[in-house]
């Protein structure tokens, strides 16, 4: 019989308008590692952050090793022995990896002034002793997302943590990073008698690497039991309520004409970097090409360029064997691209406006929506928000409501129903189902593939492999702002590409010549 | 009419009807602890403003050039380019229209008087291009630059009528009267209202039109809501912004004009005693809607003709109206505040009531 570390019982947090726990009892065995899944939205994050201190829960009680324990703020949690890594990470990225660790308790000298070298002399051997490679001297900007969650890691174990909480911890990292992770994951539990608790939304996951695991849906504790008795089946029918399982989609044979082509095409970021450096490849209608690569290397710059809303620098862009001398968005509209930004909050949805007012955007200077070239139609536009928002079954109260009071799901569908409206023969749809549940991923998927078997020209753009794998004919990757790769879907497996998509190939020739 | 009613912000009607209400509780008390009678000082208030037809024409005369200002406000905020330079945009729309009053004596009515609204409107226009291009251009924050060139046009003004434009008759820090066919018809005697009423009831209409029916409008609020949204959708956002600015210039431009060709007949170096000022607490009051903007000027309008009516009567000093605004704005930067406070004590209410229930 494991021996109980934490009990959380009949937990209850209440946000303003929503329940986000409800009546939710959990138990953490000491020396597990405990995964706890459910959809975006679920509570998981909630729950984790009232046992860390970050909310009080409106009601219910917490008992750490059989005693009850009041925790009002992460100081609390602290000293309990209970550390949190965030999904965002929480890191200076001017200061050096030791500064960091360090931050908050710091070692003195003088009783006012940081001791610098001991902290360098801290961050080594904690490095030391839990088995990471890191140069405490190192700046955080310089290293890589991978290394930069280890960080994370060390400062809560400097902190004295025995209990990990793991808040979406591979949601940045590439399947090799991952892997790496979950042996540092073994490794604390096994070896240190750390216990783990992880937040995740991915079922492979859960199953590699957790010793039991807790499904939460709508707020509430569905269930909890041994990883060894669960597969991905069961654990998606907890999540959804009702059994979806990600079939094969129709795939219509389509052969189309080339209609999007870039050559060597290179852009900068905001801050003046060169990040897309060269990049070529062609796009025919009644495809899908999808574009795999870790988030920031270039692929939300490419996405930009495309759509006429960042600088192309040099290169040649053509639509329809045509050259695109200028490129705006308002010029890429016209030409026939519809576009699905990756953040939907920050590009593709104004949150105070209303359904309608939304949907509208792209028309708003278009017949019939307007007529007498400025008065805004009201009858016609009301009539074609009113259909979409039937047809994208779009959960709203009326074309009045705010989007912002859309939950992410149904805000996606908000942008998704706007930009497939227009018919354009070219889409290029960034991240499509982030932050959006498995219902909505679902039906965002037929969309798309919809769309596809209807002929048009589809850029898939995302972080999530499955993704990508499940919806495109074609992929290529991308690394530093250059394509590393090209592959036919189905001839290309999951690791391959994550190799392709750190730059790391050479490595994979190798073995294969073998 | 359930259409229109479902596009009300209801909660926001209702806090701000709070907030006015709460500051004249509080101008109350302070009348209270003066030892005068707020009932007698808030009836002379009123009737001073509505009470007779001489005192209705007199608020609705103060109430021309804060509809104006007060549009001009709403139509740049709501496009996210913020103006606060109406009073300099007054200040020189209103010179113009008296260059032109004193300059072109000989035209007739019908041709001078719409040429110094238009040359007003342009001046006071272009005098707000001109923060809006260093905005849009050089990323220059509109805001400082829009109010530091409220001073240099009230000082260029200044300058102006005191010197080469000043009157020959006695010093008085104006320019000559302007000519006999520019002077707007008074519409009630003693009272400096006048046809400019109908001129910003139609200009008000327009705007209203402009911003509520239109894919201009549309436009204007997609830019001041969410910009890279307004980018990515086509909207070429940083004209939308140059042209809200210029409207909203144009605007201030017209309220000096019509206090030149409709109330003084010449222009002065104090024309605008903060008509730009009000108009802007208008247009937040109302949170940049035009049809708010036309009720809360009107309402502005009404304290400020009351207050002296009130002072009059009662002795109360009409600065105790410059405190109840002043209330209002507090309340009004507040309200999110206040409202979220409000909301959770409702759900703090009600849970407590479901956990009675449970139990």
New interface residues.
Partial sequence: MAEKLIELKNISK?F??VLANSNVNLTINKGEIHAIIGENGAGKTTLMNILYGLYEP??GEIFIDGKKAVIKSPLDAIKQGIGMVHQHFMLLPSLSVAENVVLGSEPKKKKFFMDYDKAIEITKNLAQKYGFKVDPREKIEALSVGVQQRVEILKVLYRGADILILDEPTAVLTPQETDELFNVIRKLVSDMNKTVIIITHKLQEVLAISDRVSVMRQGKLIGTLPTQQADAKILTEMMVGKEVLFHDLHREKVSGEKVLEVKDIKAKDNRGLTVLNGVSFSLRAGEILGVAGVEGNGQSELVEVL?G?RNLEDGDYFINGKKITDVN??NM??LGIS?V?EDRL????????SLW?NL???L??KKPF?VKK???NKKKIFERTDNLIKEYDIRAI?R?MKVKKLSGGNMQKVVIAREFSFDSPILIIAQPTRGVDVGATEFIHNQIMRKRNEGAAILLVSAELDEIMRLSDRIITIYEGSITGEFKNKEVTKQTLGLYMTGKQNKLKGSEDN | MREAMKKINLSYIISLALSIFVALIIGALIMLINGKSPFIGYSALFSGAFGSKYNLATTFAKTVPLVLTGLGTAISFRSGIFNIGGEGQLYLGAFAAAYIGITFTSLPFFIGIPLAIIFGALVGGLYAFLPGILKVKYKIDEVITTIMLNTVAVLFTSFLVNYPFATTQGKMNGTEIIAQSYHLRRLVKLSTLNTSIFFMSFIAIVIYYLMEKTSIGYDFKMVGQNRMFARYGGINDKKQMLIAMVISGALCGMAGVFEVLGVHYRFLQSISPGYAWDGMLASLMAKNNPVGVVLMAIFLGALKTGSVSMENATSIPSELVMVIQAIIVLFIAGEAGFKDKFVLLNIKRKSKKAGETNA
Avoid: C, F, W
């Fill in positions: 209440q303003p308008g409106t009601q759509t809303l968005p308002s509209r016209n576009h930004p920050t590009m593709g949805l104004s949150k105070e406006a007012e509208l955007m792209g708003q200077h307007v400025i008065h805004l009326d009045y």
